[in-house]
């Protein structure tokens, strides 16, 4: 019913940006809890940001201060903008609406930082 695809992945060097996106379809975002969860090789998936349905933000700490999340209510999107990537960034990137049993994950989008 609910599909969620995540866009925006790719190889950059460290210290380099990325944005990726997410886009609903089946659903009205605004009115969700969204977050971004990454699953590096070899490591448990791991909550890296969340936003709420009033736009409140939490952040791992591993992150904070280096990625920022937004959700265009206009565009049922929900964003990551990933600023000074580091190595330990590497991952596959997944968007999330929801929780619970209810929860709904993306198909993932790789992103590598290496130089």
């Known amino acids: 019913q609910v599909q969620l695809v995540e866009s925006g992945g790719g190889l950059v060097q460290p210290g380099g940006s990325l944005r990726l996106s997410c886009a609903a379809s089946g659903s009205i975002l605004s009115i969700y809890a969204m977050g971004w969860y990454r699953q590096a090789p070899g490591k448990q998936r791991e909550l890296v940001a969340t936003?709420?349905?009033?736009?409140?933000?939490n952040y791992a700490g591993a992150v904070k201060g280096r990625f920022t999340i937004s959700r265009d209510n206009t565009k049922n999107t929900v964003n990551l903008q990933m600023n000074s990537l580091k190595p330990e960034d590497t991952a596959v990137y997944y968007c999330?609406?929801?929780?619970?049993?209810?929860?709904?994950w993306g198909q993932g989008t790789q992103v590598t930082v290496s130089s």
């Open positions: 999330t609406q929801g929780g619970g049993v209810r929860q709904v």
């Open positions: 936003i709420t349905s009033g736009g409140s933000t």
